[in-house]
Antibody, heavy 126, light 108 residues
Framework: EVQVVESGGGLVQPGRSLRLSCTSS????????MNWFRQAPGKGLEWVGF??????????EYAASVNGRFTISRDDSKSIAYLQMNNLRTEDTAVYYC?????????????????WGKGTTVTVSS | DIQMTQSPSSLSASVGDRVTITCRAS??????LNWYQHQPGKAPKLLIY???TLQSGVPSRFSGSGSGTDFTLTISSLQPEDFATYYC??????????FGQGTKLGIK
């Protein structure tokens, strides 16, 4: 079964760090870019960032709201993507999701997230 | 940034109804538009990608249309399992994906 499972969430104080994991199975993890998203209480979905596959240099991109504080990495040998969150703020409280990014060549390449996890909850509070 | 605006923000409908949700982009995004369904406590589910391509395994009562700045998601005959929040997402800018604010579909 193709799936991704997030873990590592919890309660953390403002200014502290937390690392989330996204463990994948059922597909060739290294061939895909992996994204992180979040949903704050009562809010909609927000893109956090992604990491490209090694075939596309493994580079990362981040939303402005987390740039400089969050870092995405990957271990293709373990089929895991990580989200390292530093200097956490109360506004980072959310359910965090990881998702596989897929693409299809039609007129040009279209990108979409076709495999999602159920999320892990991060609460930043003193 | 590309802003995505969905309407309505919420609506109530009955089983068997035809429902249409719209999504407008602040600039042209060609057909780089996806639709997701999200139910509380569950993983978001991809319904439509590239504006009108039905994801494998998604029932044919779901359809998408549009290009440029205006898009629609239509559910032809609502089923009980369709009550959820629906999001559009643009992937035109590959490093700044953005979602609409969501449309909560409730039971009338």
């Amino acid at each position: 079964e193709v799936q991704v499972v997030e873990s590592g969430g919890g309660l953390v104080q403002p200014g502290r760090s937390l690392r989330l994991s996204c463990t994948s199975s059922g597909f060739t993890f290294g061939a895909y870019s992996m994204n992180w998203f979040r949903q704050a209480p009562g809010k909609g979905l927000e893109w956090v960032g992604f990491i490209r596959s090694k075939a596309y240099s493994g580079t990362t991109e981040y939303a402005a709201s987390v740039n400089g504080r969050f870092t995405i990495s990957r271990d293709d040998s373990k089929s895991i993507a990580y989200l390292q969150m530093n200097n956490l703020r109360t506004e980072d409280t959310a359910v965090y999701y990881c998702a596989r990014e897929n693409s299809q060549l039609l007129r040009f390449y279209y990108y979409y997230m076709d495999v999602w996890g159920k999320g892990t909850t991060v609460t930043v509070s003193s | 940034d590309i802003q995505m605006t969905q309407s309505p923000s919420s609506l109530s409908a009955s089983v068997g109804d035809r429902v249409t949700i719209t999504c407008r982009a602040s600039q042209s995004i060609s057909s780089c538009l996806n639709w997701y369904q999200h139910q509380p406590g569950k993983a978001p589910k991809l319904l439509i990608y590239a504006a009108s391509t039905l994801q494998s395994g998604v029932p044919s009562r779901f359809s998408g249309s549009g290009s440029g700045t205006d898009f629609t998601l239509t559910i032809s005959s609502l089923q009980p399992e369709d009550f959820a929040t629906y999001y559009c997402q643009q992937t035109y800018i590959t490093s700044l994906y953005t979602f609409g604010q969501g449309t909560k579909l409730g039971i009338k």
